[in-house]
């Protein structure tokens, strides 16, 4: 069974850091393009980051750049997302994607919650 299971979330006040996981099972992060998305109250599903190793690219949406950082520890089949210098506006659920491009994502976690109070 393919499946993601995101942690890691959290409560922290504005300037503090998270370091969200997710862990894959049912295949592995090499084949696949890996990211991660976002959704706030009210607002759409939009991309944060994502990662792609087939041809070594790495893609930040504008308001993260500079504060977070994805990376993946292929041993363990798990992808991070460190993010420093929270704001209010990160708070959103935090969903890590897989597929088999930057532009195809077709397999998801359940999500977890980073709530940033300022």
């Known amino acids: 069974e393919v499946q993601l299971v995101e942690s890691g979330g959290g409560l922290v006040q504005a300037g503090g850091s998270l370091r969200l996981s997710c862990a894959a099972s049912g295949f592995t992060f090499d084949d696949y393009a890996i990211g991660w998305f976002r959704q706030a109250p009210g607002k759409e599903r939009e991309g944060v980051s994502c990662?792609?190793?087939?041809?070594?690219?790495?893609y930040y949406t504008d308001s993260v750049k500079g504060r977070f950082t994805i990376s993946s520890d292929n041993a363990k089949n798990t992808v991070f997302l460190q993010m420093n210098s929270l704001k209010p506006d990160d708070t959103a659920v935090y969903y890590c994607t897989a597929g088999p491009s930057l532009h195809v994502w077709d397999t998801w976690g359940q999500g977890t919650q980073v709530t940033v109070s300022s």
């Open positions: 990662t792609s190793s087939s041809d070594s690219t790495t």
